[in-house]
């Protein structure tokens, strides 16, 4: 089992930055994929980004378009989403995923485990 808490949510201005946090503990991270989603009101959800554990290897959206980077700290074994330039339509709950697997995948139905989300409500 691998358990994940979301946090750094929070009211932002458009144009405004903010960074989100994914502590995860239980099963061996080592060998793991992890990403960020994100669910706006009366959508589906969708990928964000999302990074090899062992690899580096990371992935974006192309809505990120340059604005969001997904990183990782090997010491606290937290995973960040940096968010610049956020978007009134970047406004949405986020959530981080893990799956035990080292390729990055953008389908949420291939994650195994889920964090319980953090709201960003981007303000135009």
């Known amino acids: 089992q691998v358990q994940l808490v979301e946090s750094g949510g929070g009211l932002v201005q458009a144009g405004g930055s903010l960074r989100l946090s994914c502590a995860a503990s239980g099963r061996a991270i080592s060998t793991s994929t992890m990403g960020w989603f994100r669910q706006a009101p009366g959508k589906e959800r969708e990928f964000v980004a999302g990074m090899s554990w062992s690899s580096d290897a990371s992935q974006y959206a192309d809505f990120v378009e340059g604005r969001f980077t997904i990183a990782r700290d090997n010491a606290k074994n937290p995973l960040y989403l940096q968010m610049e330039s956020l978007k009134s339509e970047d406004t949405a709950v986020y959530y981080c995923?893990?799956?035990?697997?080292?390729?990055?995948?953008?389908?949420?139905?291939?994650?195994?485990?889920w964090g319980q989300g953090t709201q960003v409500p981007v303000a135009s």
């Open positions: 995923a893990a799956r035990h697997s080292i390729m990055v995948v953008r389908t949420f139905d291939d994650y195994d485990y």
